[in-house]
Each structure stands twice: as structure tokens, then as C-alpha cells.
């Protein structure tokens, strides 16, 4: 059974490796500060009694006040996983560090967060549209995505 | 005098009949050898995750059969274990048991379209992929038995399946069991000593055990590289942890290696089919869950299991509400995408379609 590390123990841990990089912690996951995410998930990366080197899924959620973006981390030697969430603020352009150069997994999930929430991956070798195309106008997965029917945004075609 | 080429870059698919859907790989090369590959997709995007948000949470079990519409039973426990955490819903035995059976059966199935269309990739046009789908259609017979579906079978639910399964199904199950040892020998004796296969497909494509991992990559994929990591053995959902089955490995993580996992693989879903005919117990097919629910507010839940292709999670969010607020759908296929050009880099332009092919993608759950 895979063990889920306990949030507060955790950040007790991750405050000890990186100070000043807790947000706050709940028995689940621990949150962690953006500008502090990558120095984090390097930490977990590298660490002996974490070993986190799979990246089983990056997910980002509209909180409409701000973007929360959970990665849930694993362990096959020790069979332990963990969840990093980083919360994320603003509506225009809000920016994390980040991780494909940890995780080669990040890649195509950051580019989708990128292409469907609107987050943009500091960092990132090339952050383009994933699943939709370039031109297209909006991020389709935010709450506050338009209803109605969108100008017509297919560069060539129409 | 020695010939000067000039890398070319060509772009494969997006209509191409191997590409095994909508799919383009854009694809440098260097003469014959490939240079650089980038996978462009979202062809199939349907927006299966924003669809969930404005569905409640039983409804939403019929987009999960059109991600991955070749193993659309695994689809359904993955989401039904993540709204089974959310919500606090303990499924019944016999439930559990049924679920499980339909998941192997799809393994199997899938495996099957899996090794069947590799070697249509390889140039056996046609024949070894009807050997494949004939035992493929006994399976989806037998689904169409449990639910009346055979492809989007919308089988499960939280708490359960939705119907017991009829009589006439166990005893068509046995006869099965029965065929099928022979049928896989049949099928291993015809592919794994053929020399074409052999030629083509052993050191081709090779992935190291470490960049697997790097890239998140799971499944048969992963397995083939050494890496034994198998959710069912790992992080047991339903009622595996009362199963004895084993997890095949490779050696080289090469087009062989994953071919033979997937046979190995079958060979294991079989065995587990049948503890489980032994083992199940009379009992409701579900348990008593509302067609409407709301799980409390504030809930998140990470559901994932062993899908054919590798590991299927939904991260789902409730707001209180009768619909999922957020559903993540982590999809394996696409994420073994991530490590495509690693594969494919170094080897010859007629390698490409076979190592495509043996990542064994679907591109309805790539794209979603």
C-alpha cells in the first residue's frame, strides 16, 4: 500500500530543508510559496528519505480568486506519495517556476495547464498551446471562460 | 566520396493509417535517421474535463468511456474509486468482484488490439490483427452480456456496477477461461519466434529505466524498462490486495520487451479473472447510492488504478454541489508521450511507425 505522507509532518520537513517555503499544511498536503516551488520540488527530488522521482500528475484548479496547482509526487523505492499544492494569484498572467527540468514529465502537463487554465510555466523550454490551437483566444477550462459563442479564431480556415 | 545530406523535416499523420487515430508527429531527419520528433495533438479534444463540470457526478461515467474508448472498463473504475473517495462510498463485495473481472477482461482486450495492430504496424497486413480480434470479440461479447454495451459500456458506478451480472455469463466466462491459455500459446508461438519480428523489433526503440521514470511514464512501457511498479501490486484499489498475480518485467525496454510484457500481462489477467470467479461472493451488485448525490464541500480525491496503457487517475473537487467542480483526468497516454522522442531519436524513419506503435496510445484519451 502506498503510504500518503501526512501534510504537517511533511512541511515540517520541507520548512526544515528550504526555510521559509511553507505556506501552510493540513493532514493531506502541504502549501507551498511560489517563488520557493522549485527549490521544493528539487529538495523532494533529491532528498534521500523522500525520494520523490516520479511525477505521477500536475493539476490545476480555478479557484477564481486564485489558481491552485497540486502535484502528487511518488516514491517507488519507498513506496510513499506525497501532495505539493502552490497556490497561485492573479488573473492576467499568473506565473509558476517550472519543473520539467526535475521532472521530464512536466512537459506536456504544464503546457496543457498552460493552454486550458492559463498558468504560465517560468522557465518552461516551449510553452505553447497544447490540445488547442495557436490563436486561439481564452484558456477554456477557467470558471469565468465566455459562454457565448467565441470569434472565430482558426488562423487559416473559415 | 561520402554523400552530404541535409536534415529534412517532414510532418507524419495527422491522417495516416498507423498513427492509430488523429495524430501528427512532426519528424526531422537526416536521410534515413530520425534527428528530432514532436508530437502535435488535440485533434480529439472534445474538453472532457470542462463537459464534467455542468454533469453530475453519474453522468459524467459515460465521457470517462470515451476517453480511452478501446478500455473503457478501466475508465469507469478509475472514476468510480475517485467518487467513491470523495464521497465516502463504500462499494460491495460482489461489486467490487464484478469490477474487477470486467477491468481484466478489458486488459486483455486491450492488450489484444495492442499486439494485434503492432504487427500490422510490422507489415502483416491484416491476419495476425483478425487473430487478435477474434478473441477480442468473445470479451466484448461477454460485455455486451453484462450492460448491453459493447464498446462504451458505462458498466460501473459508484458503489458498485449497475446490474448483476446474468446467468448465461458465467458460464460463457468459463468457456473463455478455458480458450483463451491455448489461444495466448497460440499467439506466442506464431509471434515470438518469428524472425521478422524478431529483427524488428529487439534493440529497436530502447528507453532506459531512468528516463522512464523521469518522464512519468507508466504502464507496460515502464515495466518493459526493469521498473516493476504496478499500481494493482503498489497501491491496491478494489479487491487485489486478496489476488495472487504477478508483475512481468523486462530487461531492455525495447519494441520486444513491450510486446512480450503485454502477452505476459494477458497471461496474469487470466489468472486473476479466475481467482476471482473463485472468490466471488453472493451479495448486491451495488450499494445503495442516489442517482444525485452531493459529496461534502471542500472535498478532493485522488482515484487512480492500473489502466491497460498505465496509470489512470481523476483528481476530482466538490463544491457541494451535484457536479464535480474540477475533474483532472490523468491519462496515460499521454503522458507517455513525454518521452516519444527519446524512442524514436537515432533510429530509422522505418522503425517509427513500429515504436509508435508499441507505445500502444489512444488517442481519445490523449486528447479528451
Same mark, same amino acid.
Given at each position: 500500500?502506498?503510504?500518503?505522507?501526512?501534510?504537517?509532518?511533511?512541511?515540517?520537513?520541507?520548512?526544515?530543508?528550504?526555510?521559509?517555503?511553507?505556506?501552510?499544511?493540513?493532514?493531506?498536503?502541504?502549501?507551498? =510559496?511560489?517563488?520557493?516551488?522549485?527549490?521544493?520540488?528539487? =529538495?523532494?527530488?533529491?532528498?534521500?528519505?523522500?525520494?520523490?522521482?516520479?511525477?505521477?500528475?500536475?493539476?490545476?484548479?480555478?479557484?477564481?480568486?486564485?489558481?491552485?496547482?497540486? !502535484?502528487?509526487?511518488?516514491?517507488?523505492?519507498?513506496?510513499?506519495?506525497?501532495?505539493?499544492?502552490?497556490?497561485?494569484?492573479?488573473?492576467?498572467?499568473?506565473?509558476?517556476?517550472?519543473?520539467?527540468?526535475?521532472?521530464?514529465?512536466?512537459?506536456?502537463?504544464?503546457?496543457?495547464? !498552460?493552454?486550458?487554465?492559463?498558468?504560465?510555466?517560468?522557465?518552461?523550454?516551449?510553452? =505553447?498551446?497544447?490540445?488547442?490551437?495557436?490563436? !486561439?483566444?481564452?484558456?477554456?477550462? =477557467?470558471?469565468?471562460?465566455?459562454?457565448?459563442?467565441?470569434? !472565430?479564431?482558426?488562423?487559416?480556415?473559415? | 566520396?561520402?554523400?552530404?545530406?541535409?536534415?529534412?523535416?517532414?510532418?507524419?499523420?495527422?491522417?495516416?493509417?498507423?498513427?492509430?487515430?488523429?495524430?501528427?508527429?512532426?519528424?526531422?531527419?537526416?536521410?534515413?535517421?530520425?534527428?528530432?520528433?514532436?508530437?502535435?495533438?488535440?485533434? &480529439?479534444?472534445?474538453?472532457? $474535463?470542462?463537459?464534467?463540470?455542468?454533469?453530475?457526478?453519474?453522468?459524467?461515467?459515460?465521457?470517462?468511456?470515451?476517453?480511452?474508448?478501446?478500455?473503457?472498463?478501466?475508465?469507469?473504475? /478509475?472514476?468510480?474509486? #475517485?467518487?467513491?473517495?470523495?464521497?465516502?462510498?463504500?462499494?460491495?463485495?460482489?461489486?467490487?468482484?464484478?469490477?474487477?473481472? #470486467?477491468?481484466?477482461?478489458?486488459?486483455? +482486450?486491450?492488450?489484444? *488490439? +495492442?499486439?494485434?495492430?503492432?504487427?500490422?504496424?510490422?507489415? /502483416?497486413?491484416?491476419?495476425?490483427?483478425?487473430?487478435?480480434?477474434? $478473441?477480442?470479440?468473445?470479451?466484448?461479447?461477454?460485455?455486451?452480456?453484462?450492460?448491453?454495451?459493447?464498446?462504451?459500456? %458505462?458498466?460501473?458506478?459508484?458503489?458498485?456496477?449497475?446490474?448483476?451480472?446474468?446467468?448465461?455469463?458465467?458460464?460463457?466466462?468459463?468457456?473463455?477461461? $478455458?480458450?483463451?491459455?491455448?489461444?495466448?500459446?497460440?499467439? @506466442?508461438?506464431?509471434?515470438?519466434?518469428?524472425?521478422?519480428?524478431?529483427?524488428?523489433?529487439?534493440?529497436?526503440?530502447?528507453?532506459?529505466?531512468?528516463? /522512464?521514470?523521469?518522464?512519468?511514464?507508466?504502464?507496460?512501457?515502464?515495466? %518493459?524498462?526493469?521498473?516493476?511498479?504496478?499500481?494493482?501490486?503498489?497501491?491496491?484499489?478494489?479487491?487485489?490486495?486478496?489476488?495472487?498475480?504477478?508483475?512481468?518485467?523486462?530487461?531492455?525496454? @525495447?519494441?520486444?520487451?513491450?510486446?512480450?510484457?503485454?502477452?505476459?500481462?494477458?497471461?496474469?489477467?487470466?489468472?486473476?479473472?479466475?481467482?476471482?470467479? +473463485?472468490?466471488?461472493?453472493?451479495?448486491?451488485?451495488?450499494?445503495? *447510492?442516489?442517482?444525485?448525490?452531493?459529496?461534502?464541500?471542500? +472535498?478532493?480525491?485522488?482515484?487512480?488504478?492500473?489502466?491497460?496503457?498505465? $496509470?489512470?487517475?481523476?483528481?476530482?473537487?466538490? @463544491?457541494?454541489?451535484? #457536479?464535480?467542480?474540477?475533474?483532472?483526468?490523468?491519462?496515460?497516454?499521454?503522458?507517455? &508521450?513525454?518521452?516519444?522522442?527519446?524512442?524514436? *531519436?537515432?533510429?530509422?524513419?522505418?522503425?517509427?511507425?513500429?515504436?509508435?506503435?508499441?507505445?500502444?496510445?489512444?488517442?481519445?484519451?490523449?486528447?479528451?
Amino acid at each position: 500500500m502506498t503510504a500518503w505522507l501526512d501534510g504537517v509532518e511533511l512541511a515540517r520537513g520541507i520548512e526544515e530543508a528550504v526555510p521559509g517555503s511553507v505556506e501552510s499544511s493540513n493532514a493531506t498536503a502541504v502549501w507551498v =510559496r511560489p517563488e520557493r516551488l522549485h527549490d521544493v520540488a528539487a =529538495r523532494l527530488k533529491q532528498a534521500e528519505a523522500w525520494d520523490f522521482e516520479y511525477l505521477n500528475a500536475i493539476t490545476a484548479v480555478d479557484y477564481v480568486e486564485y489558481f491552485e496547482v497540486i !502535484y502528487h509526487l511518488t516514491s517507488m523505492r519507498i513506496n510513499q506519495a506525497c501532495i505539493i499544492k502552490v497556490k497561485c494569484w492573479g488573473r492576467d498572467e499568473p506565473s509558476l517556476p517550472s519543473v520539467v527540468d526535475l521532472w521530464q514529465g512536466a512537459d506536456l502537463q504544464e503546457r496543457e495547464i !498552460y493552454d486550458l487554465m492559463g498558468v504560465v510555466f517560468t522557465g518552461h523550454p516551449s510553452l =505553447r498551446r497544447l490540445l488547442l490551437w495557436e490563436g !486561439y483566444i481564452g484558456h477554456p477550462l =477557467r470558471r469565468d471562460y465566455l459562454e457565448e459563442p467565441l470569434p !472565430y479564431s482558426w488562423p487559416h480556415g473559415g | 566520396m561520402a554523400t552530404r545530406t541535409e536534415p529534412i523535416t517532414v510532418n507524419i499523420g495527422p491522417q495516416h493509417p498507423s498513427t492509430h487515430g488523429v495524430f501528427r508527429m512532426r519528424v526531422t531527419f537526416d536521410g534515413e535517421d530520425i534527428l528530432n520528433v514532436e508530437p502535435v495533438f488535440g485533434y &480529439l479534444h472534445r474538453g472532457s $474535463e470542462k463537459l464534467a463540470e455542468e454533469r453530475n457526478y453519474t453522468q459524467v461515467i459515460t465521457l470517462t468511456d470515451r476517453l480511452d474508448y478501446v478500455a473503457s472498463q478501466t475508465n469507469n473504475q /478509475a472514476y468510480c474509486i #475517485a467518487v467513491e473517495k470523495l464521497a465516502g462510498i463504500q462499494p460491495t463485495e460482489r461489486g467490487m468482484y464484478l469490477r474487477v473481472i #470486467a477491468a481484466e477482461l478489458q486488459r486483455i +482486450a486491450s492488450h489484444l *488490439v +495492442a499486439t494485434g495492430f503492432l504487427l500490422q504496424d510490422l507489415g /502483416a497486413f491484416a491476419t495476425p490483427l483478425m487473430y487478435c480480434f477474434r $478473441e477480442r470479440e468473445r470479451i466484448l461479447e461477454m460485455f455486451e452480456m453484462l450492460c448491453g454495451a459493447r464498446i462504451t459500456v %458505462s458498466y460501473m458506478r459508484p458503489g458498485g456496477v449497475f446490474q448483476d451480472a446474468p446467468e448465461d455469463f458465467w458460464p460463457a466466462l468459463t468457456t473463455f477461461l $478455458e480458450d483463451m491459455p491455448g489461444y495466448l500459446d497460440e499467439l @506466442d508461438m506464431l509471434l515470438t519466434g518469428n524472425e521478422i519480428i524478431v529483427g524488428r523489433t529487439f534493440d529497436v526503440g530502447v528507453l532506459k529505466p531512468e528516463i /522512464a521514470i523521469n518522464g512519468s511514464v507508466s504502464g507496460p512501457i515502464l515495466r %518493459s524498462t526493469g521498473v516493476r511498479w504496478d499500481i494493482r501490486k503498489a497501491d491496491p484499489y478494489d479487491i487485489y490486495d486478496r489476488i495472487e498475480f504477478d508483475v512481468p518485467i523486462g530487461t531492455r525496454g @525495447d519494441n520486444w520487451d513491450r510486446y512480450k510484457v503485454r502477452l505476459e500481462e494477458m497471461r496474469q489477467s487470466l489468472r486473476i479473472v479466475e481467482q476471482c470467479v +473463485a472468490q466471488i461472493p453472493e451479495g448486491p451488485a451495488r450499494a445503495e *447510492v442516489p442517482f444525485v448525490f452531493r459529496p461534502p464541500a471542500g +472535498a478532493e480525491a485522488y482515484g487512480r488504478v492500473e489502466a491497460p496503457k498505465g $496509470e489512470l487517475g481523476f483528481y476530482l473537487v466538490s @463544491d457541494g454541489t451535484i #457536479a464535480p467542480y474540477r475533474c483532472k483526468i490523468r491519462s496515460p497516454s499521454m503522458i507517455n &508521450l513525454s518521452v516519444l522522442s527519446d524512442i524514436l *531519436v537515432g533510429y530509422k524513419l522505418a522503425d517509427l511507425i513500429v515504436t509508435f506503435g508499441s507505445t500502444d496510445i489512444n488517442m481519445g484519451e490523449v486528447d479528451r
